[in-house]
């Protein structure tokens, strides 16, 4: 029986090979397997495209199959239906959120951006379908530099939803942009302490960081930028070892990429973790993967309204960055 728990609640057979059955649904469906840098590594094996926010963007868009398999969170499978209204996109669990988009509430950031009409909305892809229906273009942490720099110097902006990210970018742009007061609860957990010891138990070691953490945090990386961006420099580096602060998921990647090199995920205040990871992330399991593969459900929907003015914001992220090449 499958209940309603944001996940088809159905126990796995006996000696059935998961991996195997996934395989042979992809083909029998027509589906693609796209996953977020942050699944657990048996998601990111089996998926067709593994990559951060902006790729799973452009994959989406462009995409021929007729099922789209989200393995990230929510707001990640409602981008993809927004670009693929003709496709069924599934989520093996809806419960898999966002702290960051849960952080700007829909009526409060309408009336935030109301309060400023003389600004430009610019929000980071990790809101609600609500919040980019708000917005005039949607930014990546990939793409969020370049596309702020589009805009006249002159040009006033709101930048929402997180602190962390836009605060970053003002200092690296020189803008000033009005911010949204939300965070990411993962990149907020960095211990600057415990960071530190590790890199004088490791003084080779280079600091990667993700602009969502905290200022303090990126005051002392060798390297800030995006999950791709962090991926490709330790891929391209000459270095042999990197404190990794981000979420622990995009240590599996590295090591497949550069499997002589030593990665250390960066942990967070937490005295009890030697990582850090985002429990709405690893919502996603294999088995959830199958079931919802099996009964094509849970399904993403969105109304139609709703869906094209979110989907403005996308395209017009999606048209500057191939502009910029990125």
Not at 138 to 160: H, L
Not at 273 to 288: L, P, V
């Amino acid at each position: 029986m499958i209940k309603e728990k944001g996940f088809v609640d159905v126990p796995p057979q006996a000696n059935l090979n998961l991996i195997e059955e996934i395989q042979k649904l992809k083909k029998e469906k027509n589906a693609v397997i796209m996953a977020h840098y942050y699944q657990e590594d048996a998601i990111q094996e089996i998926a067709d495209f593994v990559g951060d926010s902006l790729a799973l963007a452009q994959w989406a868009a462009k995409t021929e199959a007729d099922i789209i398999v989200l393995c990230g969170v929510h707001f990640m499978a409602e981008t993809a239906k927004i670009l693929c209204p003709d496709k069924k996109v599934i989520l093996p669990d809806t419960n898999a959120g966002c702290s960051l988009a849960e952080s700007c509430e829909p009526a409060a950031f309408a009336e935030f951006v109301n309060a400023h009409l003389d600004h430009i909305v610019i929000s980071y892809v990790n809101t609600t379908a609500e919040i980019k229906a708000l917005t005039d273009v949607v930014v990546t942490s990939t793409n969020a530099k370049q596309i702020v720099e589009s805009f006249p110097e002159d040009q006033k902006i709101i930048f929402g939803p997180d602190r962390n990210l836009g605060n970053y970018i003002n200092s690296v742009t020189g803008r000033n942009m009005l911010l949204w007061d939300g965070a990411c609860h993962v990149h907020e957990q960095f211990s600057l302490e415990k960071i530190l010891s590790l890199k004088r138990e490791n003084p080779e070691a280079k600091i990667i960081a993700h602009p969502e953490c905290k200022k303090v945090i990126l005051t002392v990386a060798d390297h800030i930028g995006s999950t791709s961006s962090l991926l490709k420099y330790t891929i391209n580096s000459p270095e042999k070892s990197f404190i990794v602060a981000t979420e622990s998921g995009i240590l599996h990647e590295m090591k497949k990429n550069s499997p002589d090199k030593n990665f250390i995920p960066a942990p967070p205040n937490d005295s009890t973790c030697a990582c850090n990871e985002c429990n709405f992330m690893r919502m996603n399991t294999i088995q959830k993967l199958y079931n919802c593969m099996k009964y094509e459900l849970p399904e993403i929907h969105i109304e139609e309204g709703l869906r094209k003015k979110a989907e403005s914001s996308i395209l017009k992220m999606l048209e500057i960055s191939n502009k910029l090449g990125l």
